[in-house]
């Protein structure tokens, strides 16, 4: 069985979720609470992502979202207020995207 579909999610949802997290804090001074609320996840991962505490191989992917310019457009909808479900969807989307499917899979990329 192909497991690299699960493999790729474990990795770009989380760098997807790092990138919007500093994103907000760093770029627009949004605070932990807000930023856990507005990504539906716990303001102690907010921290985590924050404090830069996740692997080299999310670190990867993490470099993959902001040179795509995904952890922008989706910080963006935030600022406008978007719906969580919203949010969650544009993440999604992102973490699905060819470019960075290939990087968490370790495949070279154009």
């Known amino acids: 069985m192909d497991y690299s579909c699960e493999k790729a999610m474990k990795l770009t949802i989380p760098a997807l979720r790092i990138a919007v997290s500093c994103s907000l804090s760093k770029g627009h001074k949004v605070n932990e609470t807000d930023i856990a609320n507005a990504l539906g996840i716990a303001q102690a991962a907010v ?28 910080a963006k909808r935030v600022l406008e207020k978007a719906g ?23 495949k070279s990329v154009p």
């Open 84 to 106: 969580s479900e919203e949010v969650s969807g544009l993440i999604e989307r992102a973490a699905t995207s060819k470019r960075l499917v290939n990087v968490a899979l370790g």
């Open 47 to 74: 921290s985590k992502y924050l404090n830069g505490k996740y692997s080299k191989e999310v670190k990867r992917v993490v470099d993959a979202v902001k040179s795509e310019g995904f952890d922008q457009q989706i």
